[in-house]
């Protein structure tokens, strides 16, 4: 028996394995941009950072940190030279 003419005969036939490995690869990728999207596993890695620095221990900051406080009329005067 003859087959018919495909629909799409521009489309080249894959192989099952390949067509299976491009839609896992597919559904996994939708899969991880809606989780992280959605903040889906935000508390996980919030939790994975606070034992990362229990884990850590208490450290005393280097000498050379150096904290710099502006106040908003600073930051105008900043601005408006810039204009």
């Known amino acids: ?3 018919g003419r495909r629909a799409f005969g521009w489309i080249p ?5 390949t067509v299976l490995f491009l839609a896992v690869g597919l559904g996994v990728t939708a899969l991880g941009l809606v989780a992280y999207g959605t903040d ?13 620095f229990s884990i850590r ?3 005393k900051p280097p000498s050379e940190l150096i ?3 502006i106040d ?6 900043i601005f408006c030279r810039r204009e």
């Open 40 to 52: 889906v596993l935000r508390n996980v890695e919030l939790d994975s950072v606070d034992a990362r």
């Open 57 to 59: 221990g208490e450290r």
């Open 67 to 69: 904290v710099v406080q």
């Open 72 to 77: 908003d009329v600073t930051m105008s005067q």
């Open 13 to 17: 036939r894959l192989p099952v394995r």
């Open 1 to 3: 028996m003859r087959r």
